[in-house]
Structures are given as structure tokens and as C-alpha cells.
């Protein structure tokens, strides 16, 4: 039988094809933009409900695993150490209602990397001490898409928190860095840019994270106030402005980014054009027969809002690999029968 899980803040359903994917089984969905209900709808044909705080827990169907890429929502801690009550009005204290009355095997939480400095590290303690207080053994690591076989550095952070033993980040699978020139269109009708439109610098080089800058669009406005001699460093140009070679990795692909101004220079070609939105899809890990929006600016937010599919297969598949979704009686007879086996 596969195992269960339940997909909250369910987007697109990026968790949902990654986990599906594993050999797990969706029971229940919830998501509450009804843009993302449509898509969600036309690929995975199957119902969803609407704003989790509304949900009563007891109207869920039984699972094994809680899934749950929640929007990075503020709060304060009020210091009164209550447990999860002191994250009341919050999006993650509905998420810590659904554990307290389902008691999940396993809970992967996924958010900005942001989320661990949030209000001085609080908010992201809080989490930690209340899942730990709701009987669970918490993880936490930041997973990056470029090292998923992704030509994209997306950094996100993971919290999975688990009945059993601790889910060991170090055993997932990782892949060797790939280039973003593997992952693109070879026809289409492309945007590209006029030479007059954009600078490139000299000596471009490759940095850590794998972007390569390579130039900039001359966009005047943004050019006052820039020192003199800087213009060949990234962080003085706005980001929809940067021009990355398609012989590093992308930059993550960001929410905001609603007209898809993201700019690539083919070197082979000595040309820059914009990315287009099939392959902004294909860096996150969409097969090619997803079905998007029918709205540009849409499907540009919703793609951002996203995760990484190959990340979050891996981690699926070493959830089982780890044997963390049996319970502790089954884990008995598991261990004895190897002791029988192996003595
Ligand atoms: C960061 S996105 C997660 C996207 C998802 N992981 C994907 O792969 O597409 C957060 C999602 O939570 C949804 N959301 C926000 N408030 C909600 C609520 N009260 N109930 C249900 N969903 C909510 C948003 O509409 C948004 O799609």
C-alpha cells in the first residue's frame, strides 16, 4: 500500500508531483488562491479545498505524511511558552492543529531561507521547540535546486520532523552541477535583445553559487547613484536588469517577477534574449506536459511560488529509504526479524 500524505499550501502542486512521483498516495488538498485551485484542478484532477483555517481537522482522511510549503507569514512570540498556542493567527499554527489531532509519521515543512533570521531567529525557534513539543525529532537543513540536477541556485529551507528516528539530510541523493545551455529551447520565438539595449563586462567569472554574470541592460534610471568602476559587479543592477550566462546556473526564480524579465547571454550566439516560460518550468523540474495558466503574469507568480520538483522527490524517496514512515511496533518486528536473520 503507498503511503499517505496530505498537501497543504498546495500551490501548483510542485509537492504533490514530487511525492506522487516517490510512490505516495494524495488524500486530501488545500489550497486557497483560486488561480492555483485551477491549475492544481486540470493536472492532478483531484478536489481542493479552500483556506486551511477553516478545515476542522477531524474532516481530514487519515495519512502518514504532513506536506506543507507555507507562505512565510510574521509573527511574535509572546513568551508565555504555551506550545504551538503561541503561534495563534498564524498560518503554522492551523498546520499545528492538523498534527496535534492526525499525529503524521512525518511533517516536511519548506519555506525562504529568510525564515531562520526572521525576527531575530525567534520565529524560526519557535517552530523548531513547537514541533519538538507536539512529540516529533526535527531536522532542518537548506536544500539547493543546483545540486538536484537543476541549472538553478534556489536555496529554500526544509524542516522535516518525524516520529521515529531523525531524518538524516545527509543521506539524500545529490547530483553533480548542470548547465543552464542543456535545459534550453533549441527553436522558438524568442525575445532577444538589440546590442544597443545591454552591456557586457569584461572577464565575466563564475561565481560560487554558479552565475556567471555577464552584463547588464542600460536601464539609465538605475545607473544613478552607481560609483564609477562598479558597473561590472552584479549588485549594483537590479535583478530583472542582470544578465546571466547560459554556461553557469539561473538565479532562483522569484515570485515578484510577474513579466518574466529574466535575461540569459549564448555565448556561442554572442546574443541575450529572455528566458522563456517554458523553460523557466523545465528549471524548476516540470515535465513538459504540465498544464499552465492561461495568464502570463499567472503563471510567472505561481512558477516562483513554487519548489524544485527533483529536491523534493529526493526527499520523499529517502524519507522511505530511511524507514521513516513505519511506527514503532513495526519497527520492532523489522528489528527483530533482522536479528533473527543476521545472528
Ligand atoms: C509559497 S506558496 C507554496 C506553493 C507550492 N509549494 C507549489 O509547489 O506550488 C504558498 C501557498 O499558500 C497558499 N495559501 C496562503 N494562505 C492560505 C490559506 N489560508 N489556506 C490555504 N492556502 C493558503 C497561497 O495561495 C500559496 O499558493
Redesign the pocket.
Given at each position: 500500500m503507498k503511503p499517505k500524505f496530505i498537501?497543504?499550501?498546495?500551490?501548483?502542486?510542485?509537492?504533490?508531483?514530487g511525492f506522487e512521483d516517490a510512490g505516495y498516495e494524495c488524500v486530501f488538498t488545500?489550497?486557497?488562491?483560486s488561480a492555483?485551485q485551477e491549475v492544481?484542478r486540470d493536472n492532478f484532477n483531484s478536489e481542493v479545498?479552500?483556506?486551511?483555517?477553516?478545515?476542522k481537522p477531524q474532516d481530514i482522511p487519515d495519512f502518514d505524511v504532513l506536506?506543507?510549503?507555507?507562505?512565510?507569514?510574521p509573527f511574535s512570540i509572546s513568551g508565555k511558552k504555551k506550545g504551538f498556542d503561541d503561534t495563534r493567527g498564524t498560518?503554522f499554527f492551523?498546520i499545528c492543529r492538523i498534527i496535534d489531532e492526525k499525529q503524521p509519521t512525518v511533517v516536511v515543512l519548506?519555506?525562504?531561507k529568510h525564515l531562520i533570521h526572521h525576527d531575530k531567529k525567534r520565529t524560526f525557534k519557535t517552530i523548531l521547540e513547537t514541533l519538538t513539543k507536539l512529540g516529533y525529532n526535527v531536522s532542518h537543513q537548506i536544500l539547493n535546486a543546483k545540486n538536484f540536477g537543476l541549472p538553478q541556485n534556489r536555496e529554500r529551507i526544509f524542516i522535516i520532523a518525524t516520529k521515529n528516528s531523525h531524518f538524516k539530510f545527509e543521506k539524500i541523493e545529490k547530483k553533480a552541477p548542470v548547465q543552464l545551455k542543456d535545459f534550453l529551447d533549441k527553436k522558438g520565438d524568442f525575445e532577444y535583445l538589440d546590442k544597443s539595449e545591454y552591456t557586457l563586462i569584461d572577464n565575466p567569472k563564475k561565481q560560487l553559487t554558479g552565475l556567471i554574470f555577464t552584463g547588464y541592460r542600460n536601464k539609465n534610471t538605475w545607473k544613478n547613484g552607481i560609483r564609477p568602476n562598479t558597473e561590472h559587479l552584479s549588485r549594483v543592477h537590479r535583478q530583472p536588469n542582470r544578465i546571466y550566462s547560459v554556461e553557469g546556473t539561473h538565479p532562483t526564480i522569484p515570485?515578484q517577477e510577474t513579466s518574466g524579465r529574466f535575461f540569459i547571454y549564448l555565448p556561442k550566439e554572442d546574443r541575450v534574449r529572455k528566458l522563456t516560460i517554458n523553460e523557466c518550468y523545465r528549471i524548476m523540474g516540470f515535465p513538459k506536459n504540465f498544464k499552465k495558466h492561461s495568464k502570463n503574469g499567472e503563471r510567472y507568480k505561481?512558477?516562483g511560488?513554487?519548489?524544485a520538483?527533483p529536491v523534493?522527490y529526493e526527499v520523499a524517496k529517502s524519507i522511505k529509504e530511511q524507514n521513516l514512515l513505519i511506527d514503532e511496533p513495526q519497527r520492532k518486528v523489522v528489528g527483530d526479524l533482522r536479528e533473527l536473520l543476521y545472528s
Open positions: 498537501d497543504l499550501f498546495a500551490g501548483i502542486g510542485g509537492f504533490r508531483k488545500s489550497e486557497i488562491d492555483c492544481y479545498f479552500g483556506d486551511i483555517t477553516k478545515i506536506l506543507g510549503g507555507f507562505p512565510c507569514q498560518l492551523d519548506e519555506n525562504v515570485s505561481q512558477i511560488n513554487s519548489v520538483i523534493i
